[in-house]
T-cell receptor
Framework: RKEVEQDPGPFNVPEGATVAFNCTYSNSASQSFFWYRQDCRKEPKLLMS???SGNEDGRFTAQLNRASQYISLLIRDSKLSDSATYLCVVNRGLDTDKLIFGTGTRLQVFP | SQTIHQWPATLVQPVGSPLSLECTVEGTSNPNLYWYRQAAGRGLQLLFYSVGIGQISSEVPQNLSASRPQDRQFILSSKKLLLSDSGFYLCAWSRGGQVLESEAFFGQGTRLTVV
């Protein structure tokens, strides 16, 4: 089983749509969770951290479910500029900062 | 503010040639340092991880090696490149000593093509 698993997509959605991505992780000792965004041929950039209580940043909402070991990202009112690959990131375990990336979910927003 | 520099941006090397990619971080001390590789159309694979000078953790067996001669310098090397070494190499840093919320910040990457 992969340490971090994501649906590769692509998710093709119209502008204004709401889209959700899920990500599962295998190590129950993981403590840090993030969503990164990667544009084509660019480096990944932090989109948001994921907190236990869930958190929101504008149109983006992240949730963590420790019991089921998954995290989610919800994007509301999709914009053309949201088109990118979204990477789920988890630290490997309790005492390590090793960050393991999922393969990413590709989002394409069309007019 | 912290910055990370990675060079070169692109590199074309023949099979069997050596490799040296360098990464430096400014504006922080004792960072955790990472080398990742992203093959075309695939996810990021953690190659090496370092928590301090001379401390390198290798994630996968391969013909690459890493060194950390100074606190904020991380070098990726190979003695003889293989075709399969082609990919997008990314250096990253995170704040050392803090496990929680230690997000990684990436350099702009090196696109390596082995021919």
């Amino acid at each position: 089983r992969k340490e971090v698993e994501q649906d590769p997509g692509p998710f093709n959605v119209p502008e204004g749509a709401t889209v959700a991505f899920n990500c599962t992780y295998s190590n129950s000792a993981s403590q840090s969770f993030f969503w990164y965004r990667q544009d084509c041929r660019k480096e990944p950039k932090l989109l948001m951290s994921v907190y236990s209580s869930g958190n929101e940043d504008g149109r983006f909402t992240a949730q963590l479910n420790r019991a089921s070991q998954y995290i989610s990202l919800l994007i509301r009112d999709s914009k053309l500029s949201d088109s990118a690959t979204y990477l789920c990131v988890v630290n490997r375990g309790l005492d390590t900062d090793k960050l393991i990336f999922g393969t990413g979910t590709r989002l394409q927003v069309f007019p | 503010s912290q910055t990370i520099h990675q060079w070169p941006a692109t590199l074309v090397q023949p099979v069997g040639s050596p490799l040296s990619l360098e990464c430096t971080v400014e504006g922080t001390s004792n960072p955790n340092l990472y080398w990742y590789r992203q093959a075309a159309g695939r996810g990021l694979q953690l190659l090496f991880y370092s928590v301090g000078i001379g401390q390198i953790s290798s994630e996968v067996p391969q013909n690459l090696s890493a060194s950390r001669p100074q606190d904020r310098q991380f070098i990726l090397s190979s003695k003889k490149l293989l075709l399969s070494d082609s990919g997008f190499y990314l250096c990253a840093w995170s704040r050392g000593g803090q496990v929680l919320e230690s997000e990684a910040f990436f350099g702009q990457g090196t696109r390596l093509t082995v021919v």
